[in-house]
């Protein structure tokens, strides 16, 4: 059974940092692509950033380069974000998900289809 557990949300104050995990079950790294989400209220879901299992090859949305990074610890089976110098519009619920599509150029996660999502972890960011 495929599972996608998120974890690392919470409440900080601006210019924190907070670590997203993405633990996975029932597939390996190496032949998906994840990606992080994230939808704030009233918003709708954006792609915040994504990494290509089968290369490392990582995308990130513009207002959050340079601050966040994602990597994977495939002997772990995850995927982490380490989100710096947050930002009170950084507030969401943020979501992971796979895909099975790898090797998509140019890579975004709003450009294919997800398999499996995860549920939501809340982040808030205070003023």
């Known amino acids: 059974e495929v599972q996608l557990q998120a974890s690392g949300g919470g409440l900080v104050q601006a210019g924190g940092s907070l670590r997203l995990s993405c633990a996975a079950s029932?597939?390996?790294?190496?032949?998906?692509?994840i990606g992080w989400f994230r939808q704030a209220p009233g918003k709708e879901r954006e792609g915040v950033s994504c990494i290509d299992g089968s290369d490392g090859s990582t995308y990130y949305r513009n207002s959050v380069k340079g601050r966040f990074t994602i990597s994977s610890d495939n002997a772990k089976n995850t995927v982490y974000l380490q989100m710096n110098s947050l930002k009170p519009e950084d507030t969401a619920v943020y979501y992971c998900a796979a895909s099975g599509i790898t090797q998509w150029r140019p890579l975004a996660p709003g450009a294919f289809e997800y398999d499996y999502w995860g549920q939501g972890t809340l982040v808030t960011v205070s003023s």
């Open positions: 029932g597939f390996t790294f190496d032949d998906y692509t």
